[in-house]
Nanobody, 118 residues
């Protein structure tokens, strides 16, 4: 069984920065695609960033140039570095791990709150 635990969220002013971490237990981390999602009450969960097993990355248009996803397989941890935060970035951020193809597994963390406000 795999467990994902997010951390690093908090309250920041517009233009500020945060670094989110997602620590994983289990043996599937290094062979998983890792995603960061976010969700606002009343809206569907949104894919924010993705990093493949090979290290390729993809970002939602709304965060390109501001967010950076990275992974450290030795530490079983995926990160989301966020800069120039905007109020519209406010959401609960979730870490997700899944295979390259299909959904033979689909693991989620409990989420960490990011609030961007003056």
């Amino acid at each position: 069984q795999v467990q994902l635990v997010e951390s690093g969220g908090g309250l920041v002013q517009p233009g500020g920065s945060l670094r989110l971490s997602c620590a994983a237990s289990g043996s599937i981390f290094s062979r998983s695609v890792l995603d960061w999602y976010r969700q606002v009450p009343g809206k569907e969960r949104e894919l924010v960033a993705r990093i493949t097993i090979a290290g390729s990355t993809n970002y939602a248009d709304s965060v390109k140039g501001r967010f950076t996803i990275s992974r450290d397989n030795a530490k079983n941890t995926v990160y989301l570095q966020m800069i120039n935060l905007k109020p519209e970035d406010t959401a609960v951020y979730y870490c997700n791990a899944h295979p390259i193809i299909g959904k033979s597994y689909d693991y989620w963390g409990q989420g960490t709150q990011v609030t961007v406000s003056s």
